[in-house]
């Protein structure tokens, strides 16, 4: 069999959590509020989304749960952030550390537990076309759900009131607080939806792509979605396009593997951070691309006197 | 009433306080936690903070983990100091221990008089070279230092996974992924009898003092501090952010790799898959805790590897998962910059008496 098509399907797979986990940040970052706890919220949602379908069998509730929790804990950040005016880079970091050390702790009892993966949806028809088939019509519900997600969060930066709203906290949190926009609300919400995303981020890593619980297994995904949001220029559709190119860049080692090329894995395995920094250079080497995208209020506290 | 006034001026006594606030509300919080996990707190506390530390041993190790604590945590104060954000000490040290490891292999037996003072040297070099790295991205191509700095950490780590599993595997180690067994010169003396303490922590402690000079007493040091402070002013000034992120940059590195070459020449003693429990990350935490001023993290790498002691002996003598270290150290952190609010900050008591909210008047009506 032609090994490009499975090649394909896998890397969409792989760059599905990158997308829900990107998307989310996306959101927060426009808000003008840089979360760097990412990987700590997805390794929460992995552990919490994994207990919740062990418990209950129900990969709906397993996914609940871990958007739930993700958002729990996007609440500690905003209120220390937001509330409390605490440093965001500090406190991200913080989240990450905090992240890590509860889903390990938690999940002590879980590692290793097998679980069956969340099926892949069958069309009746569709699935069985060759190559487009498989390409197209064979994932799970949650790669169609990513999709609409985008599609969401692209008509709400761009085309919606709420998204313009959001967009102006993000610029000049100064000037909509004047006209008698909530910089706090609107701050608030966006990071606790950037929270509920990054936990279904992390459950896909445990429901679907492994499908167990191991301890840190986001190995870094939350902070390649982070690279993400810098790579897309904080576009949404951009953002999708490099998650779908980093999951590519995941799966290389599958081809590398069919094509028997002598390369030890553990250099497979480091592509994907490799690709990270390389791409940051290539789009933060002009200082404008960066100047003229970034949220210009990106991570500076804001507190009205008035 | 109770509202949020912005001091006049910071509260020394609160930047000094706040990591006590920190702390104590963390053993509260644990308290708690082990309240409902249904041990019994006051035995938890004992064999988490008390256990570790009553006999000479227990000393030894906590000045053993002291070490690459105290070290990742100078350098990133330093850094962090300057808003030069290097989270990934924890690549630096692996990059030192790489270095500083490989050259001891390379020595193998020898009893050279040269061995430890180049692989202390190798370790320093691997450690800078790898921190050389985000340093000239962020100051050639604008990339910002923090992601660069942790992708290099899963890079190294791989990086010393392909060795010890690879060209540098020990082939009667019973298929181990670890190398050779250092040789006695390439091994780290004891500094206290007994314990298993070497003379890391006398480097970690000197180091610390030399920090404290360079931050107080050079021009450099300044300059750093005043491009954290008030960056435009530092511009104003014309001091040279390139030159500011390069110093911190090398300088976190350097002493991150020292921690590394410390660790695998010293308790170690080879080279092997996990040579840290994250040490390189808690030191963030690390300097948070020391207020980012050298003396001060000197305080936050003891409390930081009495948690890791007061996990592991949590791990043996409760069955509580190791994990709880980490738990901990994050809750520390929020905690720490929770209360560090209230240096700038105070809570005033507002009286609001009924009937003083301003309402709209007669006149405003008429006039709309």
């Known amino acids: 069999m032609n090994p490009i098509v499975p090649m394909i399907a896998s890397s969409v797979v792989a760059a599905t959590p990158l997308i829900y986990a990107a998307l989310g940040e996306t959101i927060t970052e426009k808000a003008g509020v840089l979360n760097l706890g990412i990987e700590g919220m997805m390794l929460v949602g992995a552990v919490a989304g994994f207990a919740a379908t062990l418990a209950t069998g129900s990969d709906l ?7 739930a929790a993700g958002l729990a804990l996007s609440l500690v950040f905003g209120f220390l952030t937001l509330s409390m005016q605490t440093n965001q880079v500090a406190t991200g970091l913080a989240l990450t550390l905090f992240g890590v050390g509860l889903s390990a702790f938690v999940g002590h009892d879980l590692a290793g537990v097998p679980l069956s993966a969340l099926p892949p949806i069958d069309l009746p028809v569709l699935t069985q076309i060759p190559i487009v088939g498989p390409l197209l019509f064979h994932y799970d519900i949650m790669v169609y759900l990513s999709l609409v997600l985008f599609a969401a969060v692209q008509w709400f930066v761009s085309k919606s009131h709420a998204g313009l709203t959001m967009r102006a906290v993000g610029e000049s949190p100064g000037v909509a607080h004047a006209i008698g926009k909530s910089v706090l609300t609107t701050r608030y919400l966006a990071v606790m939806f950037g929270g509920a995303t990054a936990g279904i981020a992390g459950a896909y890593l445990s429901l679907v792509q ?3 619980w191991v301890e840190g297994m986001s190995a870094g995904k939350g ?5 993400l949001v810098v790579f897309g220029t904080w576009k949404p559709a951009r953002v999708v396009l490099g998650a779908y190119l980093f999951g590519g860049v995941t799966q290389f080692q599958l081809f590398a593997q069919g094509f028997n090329l002598p390369i030890p894995t553990e250099f497979l395995s480091m592509l994907p951070y490799a690709a990270t920094v390389v791409v940051l250079v290539i789009i933060c080497r002009d200082p404008k691309t960066i100047l003229l995208n970034q949220p210009a209020s990106l991570g500076r506290s804001f507190h009205s006197t008035a | 009433m109770l509202r949020l006034e912005r001091r006049a001026s910071p509260s020394a006594v609160m930047r000094i306080a706040s990591p006590m606030v920190a702390a104590l509300a ?19 506390f004992y064999v988490f903070f008390v256990k570790p530390l009553s006999s000479t041993y227990g000393i030894g190790e906590l000045l053993l983990k002291t070490t690459p604590l105290l070290l990742c945590g100078l350098g990133l104060a330093l850094g962090f100091r300057a808003n030069v954000w290097n989270i990934g000490a924890e690549g630096q040290l692996t990059m030192g221990a790489i270095a500083g490891g490989g050259l001891a292999l390379w020595f193998g037996d020898s009893e050279s008089a040269w061995a430890m003072p180049l692989m202390l040297l190798f370790g320093v070099l691997g450690g800078m070279a790898w921190a050389a790295i985000p340093a000239f991205l962020r100051t050639r191509f604008n990339t910002n230092e923090i992601l660069v700095t942790l992708m290099l950490v899963y890079i190294a780590q791989l990086a010393l996974s392909w060795l010890v599993h690879g060209p540098w595997r020990d082939p009667e180690g019973h298929n181990f992924p670890q190398s050779h067994g250092f040789g006695d010169a390439e091994t780290m003396e004891i500094l206290i009898e007994g314990t298993r303490t070497t003379w890391g922590i006398v480097y970690a402690v000197v180091l610390a003092l030399a920090a404290w000079i360079f931050s107080q007493n050079t021009y450099a040091g300044f300059r750093m501090l005043v491009a954290g402070l008030a960056p435009a002013a530092a511009a104003y000034a014309g001091f040279s ?10 300088i976190s590195g350097a002493t991150a790799g020292l921690a590394g070459i410390c660790e695998v020449a010293g308790p170690i003693g080879r080279l092997q898959q996990e040579i840290s429990p994250g040490y390189g990350f808690a030191a963030i935490i690390v300097a948070w805790i020391g207020r980012l001023h050298p003396i001060g993290v000197v305080f936050g790498a003891l409390l930081m590897s009495l948690l890791y002691l007061g996990g592991e002996s949590a791990q043996m003598g409760m069955s509580l998962p190791s994990a709880i270290t980490g738990l901990f150290q994050g809750l520390l952190l929020f905690y720490l910059l929770a209360a560090d609010l209230f240096i700038t900050f105070r809570l005033k008591r507002v009286v609001v008496a009924d009937g003083t909210e301003p309402k709209p008047t007669a006149a405003v009506k008429r006039a709309a």
């Open chain 1, 61 to 67: 509730l397993g996914f609940t749960a871990a958007a």
């Open chain 1, 223 to 227: 902070w390649i979605a982070l690279a």
């Open chain 1, 210 to 212: 492994t499908p167990m």
């Open chain 2, 26 to 44: 963390m053993i509260v919080t644990g308290f708690l936690l082990f309240t409902a996990l249904g041990k019994d707190p006051i035995e938890a």
């Open chain 2, 241 to 250: 952010e390139k030159r500011n992120i390069w110093i911190a940059l090398l």
